[in-house]
């Protein structure tokens, strides 16, 4: 609770409040622009296919032009959300550096002598992105069964969200000694459990791209207080 609460105080803070808005526009007007292209040469595409077929007298059905653009609508729904989100996390992996050493400066004081290398990191994100890529691959195989592939996509979908987000954190607010330690293993459970429950709000259209910056905050003061076990000066 006192994270919360101070995570929050932070959050709307001018300062940082302002950074919230940035990759909340920017996503929203680029991936709507996207779905809308794309949603119009899907079907220009479609109707160029089937015209000229016998596939045309199954298309001709409007039962089955409404399933296509509900099920277009749908899908254009949670493109819309998901890969906003993921944008708007690399929107404001820009701005971690200056957000964790804001609150650093304000709370902990902590210096950090021997940083990540840049290599390390990248080394991990290609990690994350094959694993990651072989269980959207898995999960693809699994469409036939509806209501299994939609949880599926959903666990790898949080699997992208936990790791880069750990990782964008992680690596600002921990030297090379301690980045190694905590990565070795998974994640602990409590950090699996906070990014779970931002990756909830993150399903909520608008609210986890207006609380990106909310979710840094957060998990930088819960690593200067669960990992490198420091108090905050809240008289700073």
């Known amino acids: ?8 105080q932070d959050f709307f803070n001018k300062s940082f409040l302002k950074f919230a808005f940035l990759p909340l526009l920017f996503s929203v007007v680029l991936l709507s622009l996207c779905v809308y292209y794309t949603y119009n040469t899907f079907f220009y595409y479609l109707d160029d296919f089937t015209s000229n077929s016998w596939f ?3 298309f001709s059905f409007s039962i089955v032009q409404f399933s296509l653009t509900f099920l277009s609508v749908i899908g254009g729904f949670f493109i819309v959300i998901f ?13 971690t550096p200056y957000v964790v050493k804001k609150i650093n400066s304000k709370y902990y004081h902590h210096i950090m002598n021997d940083e990540i290398n840049f290599l390390e990191i ?7 992105l094959f694993i990651g890529i072989i269980l959207f691959i898995l999960a693809t195989f699994l469409l036939i069964i509806p209501f299994v ?3 599926v996509y959903y666990g790898v979908f949080y699997y ?3 790791k880069f987000l750990i990782l964008d954190v992680g690596s600002c607010v921990l030297d090379k000694t301690n980045f190694r330690i905590f990565f070795k293993n998974s994640s602990p459970l409590l950090f699996k459990l906070i990014t779970f429950i931002f990756f909830l709000l993150s399903s909520v259209p608008l609210l986890g791209l207006f609380l990106q910056v909310f ?7 819960l690593f200067y207080q669960k990992v490198l076990l420091l108090q905050a000066n809240q008289n700073a």
């Open 149 to 151: 592939s939609i949880v």
């Open 215 to 221: 979710y840094v905050i957060f998990l930088t003061h």
């Open 83 to 95: 890969a906003s989100v993921f944008l708007s996390m690399l929107i404001v992996s820009f701005l």
């Open 160 to 162: 992208f969200f936990h």
């Open 122 to 128: 990248l080394l991990k994100i290609l990690k994350i």
């Open 1 to 8: 609770m006192n994270i919360l609460y101070l995570s929050l």
């Open 56 to 58: 045309a007298w199954f």
